[in-house]
């Protein structure tokens, strides 16, 4: 069993920055598929940027270059930088993770808002 706790979510001004940060408990973390999602009320939950245990990432479109998704090992810590933010990238995010499922994976954080304001 993994658990997830997300972080650093908040309101900011469009074009600002914000970087999210998801702990991972357990032994495993190096291990592990993690990823980002967002959902905006009245929308589906969608993929934002993936980083695999062998360090390779992929991202959405809507969020290539501007958001980086990175891990720390040591700390069991996968991180969400965002920057140039835009009005359409106010969402829950939620960070998951699996090690051979999904995705997505089974695992998953509580989520946290961020809001971007024009």
């Known amino acids: 069993q993994v658990q997830l706790v997300e972080s650093g979510g908040g309101l900011v001004q469009a074009g600002g920055s914000l970087r999210l940060s998801c702990a991972a408990s357990g032994n495993i973390f190096s291990l592990l598929r993690m990823a980002w999602y967002h959902q905006a009320p009245g929308k589906q939950r969608e993929l934002v940027a993936t980083?695999?245990?062998?360090?390779?990432?992929v991202y959405a479109d809507s969020v290539k270059g501007r958001f980086t998704i990175s891990r720390d090992n040591a700390k069991s810590t996968v991180y969400l930088q965002m920057n140039s933010l835009k009005p359409e990238d106010t969402a829950v995010y939620y960070c998951n993770a699996d090690r051979n499922r999904g995705p997505p994976g089974r695992y998953w954080g509580q989520g946290t808002q961020v809001t971007v304001s024009s």
């Open positions: 980083i695999f245990a062998g360090g390779n990432t």
